[in-house]
DNA sequence: TCGAGATGATTGCATATGTAATTATATGGG
DNA sequence: CCCATATAATTACATATGCAATCATCTCGA
């Protein structure tokens, strides 16, 4: 579909820039860490026994591999994530989250999911947001594929 | 509306830097400059004059101030933008766009308007694009306030 | 009109990122 | 079985970013 004029395409950067900024403040203000952390966090508490092996968790956060070992340095030294190697293959690291990791999680929700309702959701209703996230999913599908 | 598992901003953050990502990469095999220097000269082109105020620029797409003082440098070392004092305010810096800045804009164009055609409107139909961009419009309007 | 405080832009410093090696292990063809 | 090649993860280096000063100019009220 050409639709040069008429595309989601650059409000859909604009808003996700203006809300991530708006969402990183409060995280700081908070005390908290940055989204990237929670990010990680979470797809780690969403996978079997909360590992994944590094590239998957790059992939499924969509952050490169050497980004990755970096970001799990830090949530490492943070307490947040431990590593182990992976007995299947031995060339492996296994991200594992830890009970600290959790709670943090956990904290940075009461202040993200709040953020996610009254800066994004509440602008939108439950059907557009039905449509929304049909189409992003689809556009998510083809771009994996 | 309080949506935590249905919201779309998940699905939105992903798509946009799986979008990103496939972006960056044809630019950079086209041997293009980065997305953000396209943000920036289209942001000025649109201005009357092609010319714009830094902190106004650096409002405009989302880029922190000291931020765009240094992207306006390299697109100046690049010569597609040059720099002006503001005469009605002293302390103001003017970025205005060169003819190759202008140049330089169509050209990405030629990559990253196929690129969104490909990668995001073609997974959506017009009535749903429209949708979106009514959503996104409301965001980025709620968000600037 | 003068000075205190605000505002526009830049800069310094610590930290984060992208890209191309590098290291270690696995795998498949001869 | 062994070597060439592929893959997983990390690291090295150059570059980009965020944040807190800094510098210049403006504005407003005593």
């Known amino acids: 579909m050409a639709r040069a004029?008429?595309?989601?395409?650059?409000?859909?950067?604009?808003?996700?820039?203006?809300?991530?900024?708006?969402?990183?403040?409060?995280?700081?203000?908070?005390g908290l860490p940055e989204l990237a952390w929670y990010d990680v966090l979470w797809t780690l508490e969403q996978a079997p026994s909360g590992r994944l092996r590094m590239h998957e968790l790059a992939a499924a956060t969509v952050i490169t591999?050497?980004?990755?070992?970096?970001?799990?340095?830090?949530?490492?030294?943070?307490?947040?994530?431990?590593?182990?190697?992976?007995?299947?293959?031995?060339?492996?690291?296994?991200a594992l989250l830890t009970s600290a990791g959790r709670d943090m999680r956990a904290r940075m929700w009461k202040v993200y999911g709040p953020a996610i309702a009254q800066l994004f959701d509440a602008?939108?209703?439950?059907?557009?947001?039905?449509?929304?996230?049909?189409?992003?999913?689809?556009?998510?599908?083809?771009?994996r594929a």
């Open 65 to 94: 591999r050497s980004n990755m070992t970096r970001l799990v340095d830090r949530l490492e030294a943070a307490g947040l994530v431990t590593r182990a190697r992976d007995a299947e293959d031995r060339r492996g690291a296994l």
């Open 123 to 143: 602008h939108v209703s439950e059907k557009e947001s039905a449509t929304l996230r049909a189409c992003l999913l689809r556009i998510i599908e083809a771009a």
């Open 5 to 30: 004029k008429t595309s989601a395409w650059p409000p859909l950067l604009t808003a996700r820039a203006l809300v991530i900024e708006a969402i990183e403040q409060r995280l700081a203000e908070a």
